[in-house]
């Protein structure tokens, strides 16, 4: 009677269903949604401007397939410069908000401030200030980047745990010492967190700063086919921002993972 | 090496008092002219209900806050001076998810001085085989148990050989088997290292079972109500805790924290 399997064990295609079921389920879903979509457009006959079919979509794009590598690139180049930039600008100045009351009181008001005004709206007096340039792009993508980034990372330096600052305090660290061996460290989550909303953000700062300047880009692209009320390659742009935008939160949790493991694990619920 | 005719007490406490601010503008007394002296070497238990300023106590000779009023020396010095002659064990393991369990254990070491170097793995490598943790050297510590947690944690503070050892609650978050066999593993650690310890806990039993000397504190504002001496002999073993030594202590503490009513009970069960 012992040892015997209380329940019988799944057969091969049952675990095989088990471990696919997370990419198969999702995966025919869409291809159900864009098949809907297919039919109704055929149906009803509805004109192209108004709304492609799927299928006219995907050609436009094969037909652009030339045209497409510069312009993702400009669009990539604007994200990360973006991105970077509040990462570069959030950190040093998240590490002096939470060391200093007074630097906090100072800047606080002005950082929501900034935060609180529509940065669509701010886009064009860049243009005027900054230029038509790359310089203007990349101002707006890090504007939209940059205050979530600073406040998870700020929110992460100010959780340590006060064991970890007795135990900084009792070995006589140096501010330098216990920011680099013990604060930044135990704030990585957060930070991670931060990084994993800027990267997303970024992506959208750049495409608005592209329907206000550029002359290459994905958004770029949005509004000069609209123009010309060439809506399949507008959705094609809009296909591929999103595309980009999966590929670089991707990137960020693959960095996590890699280099800062306990990171990723503290962020996630105890598998098994 | 200068040397002092008459060596000073590991721990020298004079009419130490400290007090904390509350929210409403008023201060909270922690502790009220607390004398106290510590041998070299010796155990010394610091037993007492909650809120009676015993960590504030260990805070204190940690050099983590400075006394209102008052002497408080360590092996002579003010505490500031004496960071490298103190270890410290909190009630919670207190290691970092980022480094293995060997570099947590080095982790003094990179902050006083610089990167550890052959001598201190060396180091902490016999630490870690005295503590029964070498196997784990090169896991992170939340592969480990709670128990093992706290092994390392105590390895952590001995590894700059800190002439005095702090423990606040140490085994505190621990169950009551793995407690048990902790209060033996330290015993056996203190015997092949001879530091002073200075070991707060609001277990009766443990501070009997452990201590050459019990200190049992009241609270608001804490002061110190008796040092009771425990005649036990050494080394203790489980069975130390069936011996009329080890009652009579118990009893005596009990007697100091609950007053009189612990008295009558004691009478009662006598009778």
């Known amino acids: ?272 | 090496m200068r040397e002092p005719a008459e060596p000073p007490p590991a721990v020298l406490l004079l009419g130490v008092r400290h007090a904390y601010p509350t929210r409403a503008g008023g201060e909270l007394r922690a502790l009220d002219g607390v004398d106290l002296t510590v041998r070299r070497g010796e155990f010394l238990a610091i037993v007492g209900p909650s809120g009676c300023g015993k960590s504030t106590l260990l805070r204190l000779l940690a050099g983590l806050e400075r006394a209102a009023a008052g002497t408080v020396q360590v092996e002579g010095l003010d505490p500031a001076a004496a960071g490298d002659l103190v270890g410290l064990v909190f009630q919670k393991p207190t290691l970092l998810d980022w480094l293995t369990v060997e570099r947590n254990i080095l982790l003094p070491v990179r902050i006083r001085r610089d990167r550890p170097g052959p001598a201190d793995r060396a180091a902490a490598r016999a630490l870690m085989e005295m503590a029964g943790i070498a196997a784990f050297a090169e896991r992170h510590p939340s592969e480990l148990s709670g128990g093992m947690q706290q092994r390392a944690a105590i390895c952590r503070a001995l590894i700059q050989d800190p002439e005095l050892l702090l423990m606040d609650e140490p085994f505190g978050a621990l169950d009551a088997l793995t407690r048990e066999e902790m209060c033996f593993e330290l015993l056996r650690i203190w015997s092949e290292r001879r530091k002073t310890i200075l070991f707060v806990t609001h277990s009766i039993a443990e501070a009997a079972l452990l201590a050459d000397r019990v200190v049992v504190m009241t609270p608001r504002p804490g002061r110190i109500a008796a040092e009771i001496a425990i005649d036990l002999p050494r080394p203790r073993r489980p069975a130390s805790m069936a011996e009329p030594g080890f009652l009579a202590a118990t009893q005596r503490i009990r007697e100091h924290i609950y007053g009189d009513a612990a008295r009558a009970a004691a009478v009662g069960t006598a009778l």
Do not use: C
């Not at chain 1, 990084?195 to 949005?222: C, D, M, R």
């Open chain 1, 1 to 272: 009677m012992s040892g015997a399997p209380l329940l019988p064990r799944p057969s091969r295609l049952a675990r095989a269903w088990f471990a696919a079921r997370g990419v198969v389920v999702p995966a025919l879903t869409l291809l159900g949604l864009l098949a809907a979509w297919e039919g109704l457009v055929q149906a009803l006959a509805i004109p192209v401007f108004l709304l492609p079919a799927p299928s006219r979509i995907l050609e436009e794009m094969l037909a652009m397939w030339p045209h497409l590598p510069g312009n993702i690139l400009a669009t990539l180049a604007t994200v990360l410069l973006g991105f970077l930039a509040s990462l570069l600008l959030a950190v040093p100045l998240a590490v002096a908000l939470a060391a200093s009351p007074a630097v906090a009181r100072a800047t606080y008001p002005l950082l929501l401030m900034t935060q609180s005004t529509p940065i669509v709206a701010i886009a064009p007096i860049l243009v005027v200030a900054l230029g038509t340039g790359q310089l203007s792009r990349t101002t707006v993508a890090f504007l939209i980047a940059f205050f979530p980034l600073l406040v998870s990372t700020v929110s992460g330096l100010l959780a340590v745990p006060r064991e970890v600052e007795d135990l900084a305090r009792s070995l006589r660290a140096g501010f330098w010492q216990s920011l680099w061996l013990l604060r930044l460290p135990s704030a990585m989550p957060f930070l991670f967190a931060g990084l994993k909303v800027a990267i997303a953000l970024s992506v959208i700062g750049a495409v608005v700063a592209e329907f206000v300047t550029a002359n290459a880009g994905l958004g770029y692209l949005i509004t000069q086919s609209t123009a010309f009320f060439n809506t399949p390659m507008a959705f094609a742009a809009v296909l591929l921002l999103a595309l980009m935008g999966i590929a670089l939160f991707g990137a960020v949790v693959l960095v996590e993972r890699l280099f800062f493991p306990w990171s990723a694990r503290a962020g996630r619920p105890e598998r098994r």
